[in-house]
């Protein structure tokens, strides 16, 4: 596979960041999963405006424009022969020696870009049988629409969903849910889509975005909100979104299963549209 560090663009196992890096560090970086359905990227402005304002929010630089590193996500797709999967990128503080404090500003940063190949990954079987959740309390930082490496939490929040036999966790804080470990959450009652508020407690989901302007579109009825897990168990459907997983019907919450367990109508209507829409 080819890679690009710092400007070049080399075999991975040729590929180079200092042990110094402050993204390996203090996971002083921020990064963006891109999609690619047929060779093409989903929604890349999306994503270069959501890395500028992560940026922005963390004081940091960023050495190159949007067009350079739209570029730089083209040759990669092509250079992998891309047709279905993912352009993951990351920007460093740079290498400095190991402090708190941030180094000097002229300090060169790191953009490392890789992709992923995931063939038929607009057909994933899970999204025919849906996915099940389980809740676990939020514990992550207060910043969560900075889009930030630092994934520990989330990880671990996914391994303890996994070993209560679940596929993911939805978070919850203050007694209601945040979102996914690696998506934005939603329920549907008597029709309409129930989803968080946006605020620093999610990250503000490029999917997300494009979705409820989909479902809005298309005369469906959006709330955005807080909701609890009783009240998401006792919903007509569930469901959550993010640039890998697009739209995936949630179909059981701490073991309580969603009306007949199936996907729901609406989760399978907005998958269809945000896929024919994105491609
Ligand atoms: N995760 N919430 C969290 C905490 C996320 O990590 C993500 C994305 C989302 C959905 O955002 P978007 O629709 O822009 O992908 C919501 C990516 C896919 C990841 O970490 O792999």
Do not use: C
């Not at 740079?94 to 941030?102: I, T």
């Not at 459907?237 to 009306?259: C, N, R, Y």
């Amino acid at each position: 596979r080819t890679v690009y560090v710092n400007g070049q663009f080399v075999p991975e196992e040729d590929a180079k960041i200092s042990v110094f890096d402050r993204g390996f560090l203090f996971a002083d970086a921020v990064y963006e999963v891109t999609s690619v359905l047929g060779g093409k990227l989903i929604d890349f402005d999306g994503h270069a405006a959501r890395l500028d304002r992560s940026l922005k929010e963390l004081g940091m630089g960023m050495p190159m424009s949007r067009d350079e590193l739209l570029e730089i996500h083209h040759r990669l797709v092509e250079a992998n022969g891309i047709e279905d999967g993912l352009v993951y990128l990351q920007v460093t503080r740079g290498a400095a020696d190991r402090d708190f404090a941030y180094p000097a500003e002229d300090t060169p940063q790191s953009v490392v870009l890789f992709t992923q190949s995931k063939p038929g990954l607009a057909n994933s079987p899970q999204a025919d049988q849906g996915i099940r959740v389980a809740s676990l309390p939020d514990l992550r930082w207060d910043r969560r629409d900075i889009k930030t490496v630092q994934l520990l939490y989330p990880s671990m929040a996914k391994m303890e969903a996994k070993a209560k036999g679940a596929d993911d966790a939805w978070m919850v804080e203050d007694g209601v849910v945040t979102e996914g470990t690696s998506n934005n959450a939603y329920i549907v009652k008597d029709g309409k889509i129930i989803t968080r508020q946006l605020g620093t407690e999610i990250l503000h989901g490029i999917t997300r975005a494009a979705v409820l302007r989909f479902a809005r579109e298309a005369q469906m009825k959006v709330e955005e909100r807080t909701f609890t897990i009783e009240e998401a168990q006792a919903a007509d459907e569930a469901f959550v979104t993010s640039a890998s997983a697009f739209v995936m019907p949630v179909v059981e919450i701490d073991g309580e299963k969603l009306g007949d367990g199936t996907p729901g109508p609406v989760a399978r209507r907005l998958r269809e549209i945000y896929l024919e829409e994105s491609r």
